[in-house]
């Protein structure tokens, strides 16, 4: 399997959807392949927690794949995909206590430092803080400041991902990155 | 970065109107020295290509891009933030993998009419067949068992590169499906309809490259 998995490489994720929207399992394990990578950055940047980041991106590959036959085509495979995993992490923090295991990721590398420059720890240090103030922010600004500031979605993307209107979506972001520079303000 | 999306703010030399209606519709403030906060970090980031005589001289404006060049600079940090995915990709895999997704029963040139094939099994060997082509990539490939003979009709989509007549592609592909068809899988086959869906860029020995994320427009 490995080497027909291998020549599906160069088709386009609309042929691949095409495929695997009528059960070819090689074609969405390129797909897999593919996308999973920034799915579980987006999962973890919103999660802070790895193994949920995980979970949450299994689950939401494992649900395109059955709702593959209904996926019209009129977004991008990749939106959509954001779109499912971004819904998937919201419900994750809705359903849960605030407050638990970010603070294992937001522990910079700071007390192994030994020897490295001191500018290495303070970004290490301003990189927690920057998670710490993500985490503070409303989920639905935070998704739309990850999607657009660590994931390069536009606009437009977003507001399909999040469904919410362009306005909306601006008025988002706007906000979060009042919040996030008022706390990153004392690291300069 | 990302602030710099032109839509997000007016030209510095749009008249206050404009500005005003821009603030409305983004969540915009306006700073006591008339400035809209956007703008000023717009002109913070820029500070180095275009000086601004405003800027240095406004406190409202430089209170309002404090924080800036630390979060821009530590939002490159997050960026690289990347964990490997290996783990959940397999893990999707075997589930998928795992779950069985016949579609629906075919059956085999076989007088026995006893032999069933499943279409997306079938589906796949007739979607490499095409593939095999040289210039064609199948898409779409569904099966349509007659009633009441062992007969199937295949309905395929392609993409073509443009670099040779249709046509003759078109036969080679038909002749390929068919032999897979009938030699490796035993259907008969009572017709073949093709239909180009699409347009492929001449196949390049190693094409798998997605545009980059960051640059926003990759599908």
Redesign the interface.
Known sequence: MGE?GD?L???????LV??A??????A??VL???H??????LA??MLGN?SD??EA??DA??SA??RLPEFRGDA???TWMYRIVTNRCLNVRRGRAPSVSLDAVSEPAAHDAGGEPARAVE??A??A???QALRDLHPAQRACWVL????????E?IAHVVGESE?TV??????A??T????????? | ???D?P??TPPPDDPAAREADAAR?????RLPCGRL??HA?EQARAAGDQPDPHMDGCAFCRQA???????D???R???A?????R???D???R???A?V???RMLPLDDPTRELRIA??AA??VL??AA?RVPGV??????LTPAEGSTRVTIAM?L?VTLDRPLPGRAAEVRRAVAHAAEQELGLAVSTIDLRIA?VLEP??P???D?PT???????
């Open positions: 027909t020549d490489r160069d088709l386009d994720n609309g042929l095409a495929r929207a009528e059960g070819d399992d090689d969405f394990a897999v392949q593919r999973s990578g920034p799915l579980l950055a973890y940047h790895l980041a995980e991106v299994q590959l494992i794949w059955r991008s495979f990749r970004s290490a301003a990189a803080a920057l998670t657009r500031e660590l994931h390069g979605l536009s606009y993307e306005q601006r008025g988002r972001l706007f906000r990155r009042r996030l520079m008022k706390e990153m303000a004392s690291w300069r | 970065m990302a602030l999306d839509r997000a519709l983004i969540g915009d403030e906060v956007s970090w891009v404090e924080g800036l060049t630390a979060l600079s530590t939002t940090t997050l960026w933030e990347r964990p490997s995915a783990t959940v990709a893990r999707v895999m589930a998928v993998r779950e997704r016949l579609g279409e997306t589906a796949k979607r490499r593939d990539r199948a898409a779409s490939c569904r989509t993409a699409s196949l390049k190693t094409a798998s997605e994320l960051r640059d926003g427009s990759g599908r």
